[in-house]
């Protein structure tokens, strides 16, 4: 049986008591743009460190034998004190970082002296959906790109930060539910809304071929109920049945003048349903009353209009075949599929389009009519898988159900599934009116923090999250002339919960080495050539394990959450690693406005 390593235990071991006996294979690149040049190689120019979304730094100048002698270079105090989610970019000595409710700031990567800054003005009578985080910006012919809270994307200007262009990506059509709408005999209906179904960006924007890619959030987020507690990692989240969000989209606009290029809508009007299949890919049984669901069907073949669908995080494009990777959220409305018959697709699935026309090459579900929370929500990777002497153009992805995905990139078949990386227990289980509790829920096993592979060694490195929720069922029937009622909650039981690192024998499937952590994880990890992974807690803990043994070689601490992913670059000689601290509300982890850059002495 496999067994967690606490920090604390991993601390008192050697390197070597660990060290994995896994033939390490060189693999070769199939025509994946790595933005190898010794210049833009040094610099993190985009996202996920280039296209690929590896987030592996090539620099080795930290390393696994000086790492313990880091220490801060410099620090930026942004004045935004709120859920820091951010992805530093750094090109040409500057970083450009995106702060809470969409201000940014551009500061010399060496010194971190403010050299520019945007203040964003949101709209007025705009419903902010889903929080004030956003995950960065693109930086590409001279402009910074950033999607915004109230659903715009504005270019600013690389070197002052003018603004140069403003666009509305999405109109605020989407209906929102309410606590008017749940029984007066349930206690949610007096607790105070957090966030709903709405329409904004959270993504980072991507930039390709003069095109700058987008993609809408919110659409089927559900009521969020009661604030966050430190004692509780979330509140309630209610799925009421009726006509609320709507479909979500990516989108690609011309990076001139912000002029639409295409768009992808992630809930199609024709075909949604599918094949009403009552398992997983790989057979899993979903548990779902298709026979309930085809008689939905034929009063609810409009429920795609508000079918839900967001595009949470930055995709991967494989510039040899112009194939854009991404994910898409769960339906409308959230958990609660009354009003949603069939597969609901293209939720929940990993998307293949064509990066020039927007149109699908294939999609792969991974929870056909999901009715627990199961985005898509880590970034996809591209890598060139092994296994069994061959080698295959992949692209992976850590899902919220706990699982590690590997889908060929051009057919979008199942080539392999990792062992779970987070305990699963009554996975796939219906909510019912006692409640029923599961595990990897809502939270996920891994949520949107954005994964590490090392190609090299076929390792993906996870941050995970272990939190049993429970999800009851409200069905009341219409009486006294009051109309009946019905919605699905998920909230977080009392048990432990707490968090996890993973590295993933991607060959085999198994874990390499595992370590637990006193928090759920949330943020995202960094690799890097020199044998290091980094990775923040909320408690304020940044640290760096060896990639080969899970073994604690650093760790400091801040005032705030650490719960944003790092990255490493390079000026004059010396390595930065970058990450901001910021916390994350809906964790109760604490807010501040730090940008921190550490380095060798």
Not at 48 to 68: H, V
Not at 463 to 492: C, F, M, R
Request: aromatic share 10%; glycine share 12%; with cysteine.
């Amino acid at each position: 049986m496999y067994k967690y390593l606490s920090l604390k235990q991993l601390k008192s071991i050697s390197g070597n008591a660990m060290l994995i006996g896994a033939t390490v294979t060189m693999v070769a690149c199939s025509g994946i743009s790595h933005q190898s040049s010794s210049s833009s190689r040094q610099d993190w120019p985009v996202y996920g460190g280039d296209y690929t979304n590896q987030r592996l730094s090539p620099l080795t100048q930290i390393n696994t034998e000086n790492a313990k002698k880091l220490s801060l270079a410099w620090e930026f105090k942004t004045g935004v004190s709120a859920s820091f989610q951010a992805t530093p970019v750094v090109t040409g000595g500057v970083m450009y970082v995106a702060l809470p409710f969409n201000h940014v700031v551009a500061l010399n990567a060496k010194t971190g002296k403010e050299i520019w800054r945007y203040e964003h003005k949101r709209k007025s009578d705009w419903k902010m959906c889903c929080g004030p985080a956003n995950r960065g910006v693109a930086v590409s012919d001279g402009k910074v790109f950033i999607g915004t809270v109230d659903a715009r994307l504005i270019a600013l200007d690389a070197k002052s930060g003018a603004k140069l262009w403003d666009i509305d990506v999405a109109e605020d059509t989407a209906l929102t539910e309410n606590t008017g709408l749940l029984s007066k005999a349930d206690a949610k209906s007096k607790k105070e809304i957090y966030g709903g179904t709405g329409v904004g960006i959270a993504m980072a924007p991507v930039v390709y071929r003069g095109k700058v890619i987008v993609g809408v959030t919110g659409v089927g987020y559900g009521l969020h109920i009661d604030k966050p507690r430190l004692d509780a990692p979330l509140g309630a989240v209610v799925g009421v049945s009726g006509q609320y969000g709507r479909p979500g989209f990516l989108a690609a606009y011309d990076v001139q003048n912000g002029e639409k290029v295409w768009q992808f809508d992630t809930i199609p009007s024709q075909g949604w349903e599918g094949v009403f299949t009552e398992t997983t890919s790989d057979g899993l049984v979903l548990n779902r009353d298709v026979a309930a669901e085809k008689e939905n069907f034929k009063t609810h073949q409009d429920a795609w209009k508000y079918g839900g669908g967001s595009a949470w995080t930055t995709p991967a494009i494989d510039t040899k075949t112009n194939t854009l990777f991404f994910g898409t959220g769960n339906p409308s409305p959230q958990m609660n599929d009354v009003s949603r018959p069939g597969d609901n697709l293209y939720t929940v699935s990993l998307v293949a389009l064509n990066t020039e026309t927007g149109k699908i090459k294939w999609h792969y579900q991974q929870v056909p009519h999901d009715v627990w929370g199961y985005d898509v929500a880590s970034p996809p990777v591209l890598f060139d898988y092994v296994k069994d002497g061959k080698t295959i153009a992949a692209v992976g992805q850590a899902g919220k159900t706990g699982w590690y995905y590997v889908n060929d990139r051009k057919t979008g078949a199942l080539l392999t599934k990792s062992d779970a990386f987070v305990p699963q227990h009554n996975l796939f289980a219906k909510a019912t009116k006692e409640g029923t509790v599961l595990y990897p829920g809502i939270l996920g096993g891994a949520n949107w923090s954005p994964s590490a592979l090392d190609e090299r060694s076929q390792t993906s490195f996870v941050a995970g999250i272990h939190a049993p929720i429970k999800y009851t069922l409200v069905d009341e029937p219409a009486k006294d002339d009051l109309p009946a009622i019905q919605y699905v909650s998920s909230e977080p039981t009392k048990d432990a919960r707490w968090g996890v690192l993973s590295a993933i024998n991607l060959t085999t499937g198994k874990m390499r080495w595992q370590v637990k952590t006193e928090q759920p994880l949330m943020g995202g990890v960094l690799a890097t050539r020199g044998g290091l992974v980094f990775m923040g807690e909320g408690s304020g803990h940044f640290n760096a394990y060896n990639s080969d043994t899970g073994q604690l070689i650093w760790q400091t601490k801040v005032t705030a959450g650490v719960n944003a992913p790092p990255i490493s670059y390079e000026i004059d000689g010396v390595q930065y690693v970058a990450v901001v601290a910021g916390g994350n509300a809906i964790f109760g982890f604490p807010s501040g406005d730090q940008v921190l850059v550490y380095a060798l002495p």
